[in-house]
């Protein structure tokens, strides 16, 4: 059965330092997703994305996040100065239409 | 406001006992919900989505809109049951909310 897939699965970055986290959705899947986790909190939306464009965003999501799907399979979460308070765990998703799968997250920890 | 409301953070049962996994949802619109389930370090798996009733692993859950509650219920608990659960609302603006999660843990 095909699975969302991410990596890596450990990141550790010092604070005000760039990092791609990376997904590899379910291939027939046309929505895709970002939700975070920290630690000892519930699962929090970030970001979905359609037809090449973000279709919804938190307020979490300010300007130091982007996405991007480059070429096709990979679907991409960029934080372009990480701050302490962003260390957590990040979760991709894809879905057909209302059901979203998700893949086994990334462990972010910023320093 | 869209909110997922888990009371339970620990539900703790024995083997065969029966099991309730309360979620109550805050939403104007027609909601879709969910059932996701975390086995130790594991993904989030979908468990049940109200639009299916179906039953996955002996679970059940009905949508009940007069008590805006979405409960997962199992009438004999196995062990292997021991997980995360979080009820999930999908507004139909393509994202869920969820809840903060029960802790279910089955004892022999």
């Known amino acids: 059965e095909p699975e969302v897939t991410q990596t890596p699965s450990h990141q550790v970055t010092q604070m005000g330092q760039e990092v791609i986290l990376r997904c590899v959705p379910i291939?027939?899947?046309?929505?895709f997703y970002w939700y975070r986790q920290i630690l000892g909190q519930k699962v929090e939306f970030l970001v979905s994305?359609?037809?090449?464009?973000?279709?919804?965003k938190s307020e979490i999501f300010d300007d130091q996040f982007s996405v991007e799907r480059p070429d096709g399979s990979n679907f991409t979460l960029k934080i372009r100065s990480t701050k302490l308070e962003d260390s957590a765990m990040y979760f991709c998703a894809s879905g057909q239409k209302e059901t979203q799968y998700f893949g086994p997250g990334t462990r972010l920890l910023v320093l | 406001a869209q909110r997922v409301t888990q009371p339970e953070k620990l539900l703790s049962v024995f083997k065969g006992a029966p099991v309730e996994l309360k979620c109550n949802y805050s939403?104007?619109?027609?909601?879709?919900l969910f059932w996701y389930v975390q086995y130790s370090r594991q993904r989030l798996q979908l468990l049940l989505r109200h639009i299916s009733r179906e039953s996955i692993k002996g679970f059940t859950a009905d949508l009940n809109k007069g008590e805006t509650s979405f409960h997962l219920k199992k009438p004999f608990a196995q062990e292997e049951d021991s997980a995360m659960y979080y009820c999930a609302l999908n507004t139909g603006f393509q994202k869920l909310v969820f809840g903060t999660g029960t802790r279910l843990l089955v004892s022999p």
């Open positions: 291939s027939n899947h046309l929505y």
């Open positions: 939403y104007s619109g027609s909601p879709e």
């Open positions: 994305f359609y037809n090449n464009e973000i279709s919804e």
